[in-house]
């Protein structure tokens, strides 16, 4: 999910840039600190979710609601910050290229970064699980592998060890990234040809926004129940209208770059805190019943609207000012040290941490899944924190940046440099 390379050379920040009017956007190459920074809200909170539901805390041994639910339901718009955080970053370069007229990224070093970016982590996270924890599952060989192609997604039992969720349930969302990986190229090609044809963005936004319409229309057709069964509202056109608000922001934050900035950027620039306000109201709303409960299986279709434009307007209320407003008071709070530093690490936070309460849960405080209640949540949750980034650390300092030292593809004359998470 989020890694990094090397160290930064970073452009001064744009308020410190004399004779600068307008906040700058960064450009294809450029370390944009404030994303990992915002990854790492987004990890964090998905550990706080995990960790709530592993001690029933969110939901209890009998699958109800626990008394965190009407503040931590909420939690679940952490996955549409990663989306939205994935479509921006991976689809920048050729945002940026159309806009510019210039030639698009090769897409096999685009392939070739994705896997290093991705596999080397996950295989170390998922042949440790497989072989410490579900050493009995290893006789099912494609199983085996399609968990170890990030394949899973499609078949709910490929994420589980009935009775009890896996420690590697939270990857479900890395095999739905996987997919976007692969189509985005194919994706870019038809955007770039229509910025190219109409000599402006507005064709390639249209596309974008017409498949952000098409991901909620379906979802909510397809609500309270699929054929397909529960997965089937995880697999990426279940979740492509984040990713396209994140391609979205890709191309405003080029246009802005090369000339004018557009009406929407100009307005994020003047109210940015307007839009974490909204954010944060919106936060509010996904916990209410008009977003469905915690506890059940499937949403009336008028929760899941309600639940998506939610989730909608967290990720991109969150994202747009950091992304489009340098300078400004959100993306200087996410680019501090410390937020920087725990994004930096986040890949290996979000693949381990289940493990870790496993081990915590299970073997160090002897307790069945949901059962040790919310006394056992506070005084679990330094620990169980502390472990999981510790083991982002090692992850990230032992295998995501010497396997990238190593084998990325650098163009010619380019410097060492730190990758945005999820670039």
């Not at 009995?136 to 968990?147: C, H, K, P, Y």
């Not at 009935?162 to 870019?188: C, G, I, K």
């Amino acid at each position: 999910m989020t890694t990094f390379l090397g160290r930064p050379s970073p452009a001064p920040p744009a308020h410190a840039v004399i004779g600068t009017e307008k906040p700058l956007v960064q450009s294809e190459r450029a370390f944009e600190p404030a994303v990992d920074g915002l990854r790492a809200i987004a990890t964090l909170m998905v550990l706080l979710v995990h960790l709530a539901q592993w001690t029933g805390s969110l939901i209890d041994e009998t699958g109800k609601a626990g008394p965190f639910a009407p503040v931590m339901t909420g939690f679940l718009a952490a996955i549409p910050i990663f989306l939205i955080i994935s479509g921006y970053l991976l689809y920048r370069p050729w945002a940026d290229a159309a806009i510019d007229g210039r030639k698009q990224p090769n897409a096999l070093h685009y392939y070739w970064h994705r896997v290093l970016r991705v596999f080397p982590a996950y295989w170390l996270l998922m042949v440790t699980a497989l072989v410490v924890f579900n050493r009995e599952q290893l006789g099912d060989f494609w199983r085996t592998v399609r968990l170890l192609t990030a394949q899973h997604v499609q078949n709910w039992a490929d994420l589980r060890t009935d009775p009890s969720p896996t420690n590697w349930a939270q990857t479900w969302s890395l095999a739905t990234e996987v997919h976007f990986y692969l189509a985005l190229p194919v994706v870019a090609v038809v955007l770039h040809k229509a910025v190219r044809s109409a000599k402006s963005a507005r064709l390639a936004g249209a596309l974008l926004g017409a498949v952000i319409v098409a991901d909620f229309t379906w979802l909510v057709a397809t609500s309270p129940s699929s054929p397909l069964g529960p997965p089937s509202l995880w697999w990426l056109r279940g979740y492509l209208g984040f990713l396209a608000a994140g391609m979205l922001l890709a191309l405003a934050a080029a246009k802005a770059r090369s000339g004018p900035p557009t009406a929407f950027v100009g307005f994020v620039r003047r109210y940015p805190w307007a839009f974490w306000g909204a954010a944060f109201a919106a936060f509010a709303l996904s916990n209410t019943d008009w977003a469905g409960s915690i506890d059940s299986a499937v949403l009336m279709k008028e929760e899941a609207a309600f639940k998506y434009v939610c989730h909608m307007a967290v990720a991109v209320g969150l994202a747009a000012p950091v992304v489009l407003a340098r300078g400004n008071g959100p993306e200087r709070l996410l680019s501090r040290r410390r937020m920087v530093w725990l994004g930096r690490n986040s890949c290996g936070t979000f693949l381990w941490h289940l493990i870790v309460m496993q081990v915590t849960v299970w073997y160090l405080m002897d307790s069945e899944f949901a059962q040790l209640g919310t006394g056992a949540y506070f005084a679990l949750l330094p620990f169980v924190v502390g472990l999981s980034v510790l083991a982002g650390w090692l992850s990230y300092t032992f295998v995501e940046r010497p396997v990238l030292r190593r084998f990325r593809i650098r163009p010619a004359a380019e410097p060492e440099r730190r990758v945005t998470a999820g670039e």
